[in-house]
């Protein structure tokens, strides 16, 4: 870009355009041309979404989903854009005080906090010139959970596969406008850690949920028979509460693998019934 002015070359001609600099103060500012979030790469109300707006490692997650500062296994947003032109505007972003707080909102890259509730609200960014607002935004929409499980409640929902006792590799499921492929199976216990706290990569054995087996949390213990015929006992345990985990344990005092489907399907009603 130009603008007319004084020009020191002596080779010039009277009229001749020089170049702008920051000290030709009759240099027009160019317009804003863009304000772009860069991450997150997905929005809560896009009608559709990009496959890598999910998160495909542990917590597996879309970028657009956190979850409240007391959850177990608690994480922030990332949040990235950019301006341009970047010489001349910079960056300002604003984030609804129900999706949590900003630090360091004049950054290319701010730090976020999550909120304590449950809640939704923008994030925007803007390009500013001079502490003016310039005409380029841009805006996605973030949601925080209450916890981990009320999050893969919305991903997950009820009565999708996620790996057998067969070995499958791979699974998908639609979300948001967005068909994931999961890179692995997940079994019941994997399955169990990711709904409490995010951890783990969706297949793990007794050992890893162990920790939540702590006598002290223990609701109600029954004793339960099975023929082949689909008879047998089975007392109520009682009332359930969103969030409790069933598990089913063998004579010998280890988990059972055939037992592991009725786990899931008792979980999968849990989660139907206490988001």
């Not at 950054?107 to 939704?120: K, V």
């Not at 923008?122 to 500013?128: F, I």
């Not at 939540?212 to 029954?222: E, H, I, M, Q, Y």
Request: with cysteine.
């Amino acid at each position: 870009m130009s603008c007319r002015g004084e020009n020191s070359d002596p080779n010039s001609r009277p009229g001749d355009a020089v170049p702008c600099d920051s000290t030709q103060q009759s240099c027009p500012v160019p317009p804003c041309n863009r304000a772009t979030i860069l991450r997150p790469i997905g929005s809560l109300d896009a009608s559709t979404n990009p496959t890598n707006s999910w998160l495909s490692s542990p917590c597996f997650h879309f970028d657009f989903q956190g979850v409240v500062s007391g959850s177990a296994g608690p994480y922030v947003l990332d949040f990235n854009g950019e301006i341009d032109p970047a010489a001349h505007y910079s960056p300002n972003w604003t984030l609804d005080a129900a999706a949590g707080t900003l630090a360091n909102g004049t950054s290319l890259q701010p730090t976020h906090s999550a909120p304590t509730a449950a809640g939704e609200g923008n994030v925007t960014l803007q390009g500013m010139h001079g502490g003016s607002a310039a005409g380029c935004t841009d805006r996605k929409r973030i949601k925080i959970y209450r916890d981990h499980l009320a999050r893969d409640f919305e991903n997950f929902g009820t009565g999708i596969s996620c790996g057998n006792p067969l070995g499958v590799s791979t699974w998908t499921f639609t979300r948001f406008g967005a068909t994931i492929s999961m890179p692995g199976s997940w079994n019941c216990h994997g399955g169990t850690r990711h709904l409490n706290n995010g951890g783990g990569n969706g297949s793990t054995g007794l050992s890893g949920v162990s920790y939540l087996f702590d006598p002290s949390r223990l609701k109600a213990t029954v004793t339960v028979t099975h023929t082949l015929t689909g008879g047998g006992s089975h007392p109520p345990l009682g009332s359930l509460s969103r969030g409790d985990i069933v598990v089913c344990f063998t004579d010998a005092g280890e988990l059972g693998e055939l037992l592991d489907q009725l786990v899931e399907r008792v979980g999968h009603g849990g989660l139907r019934s206490g988001r």
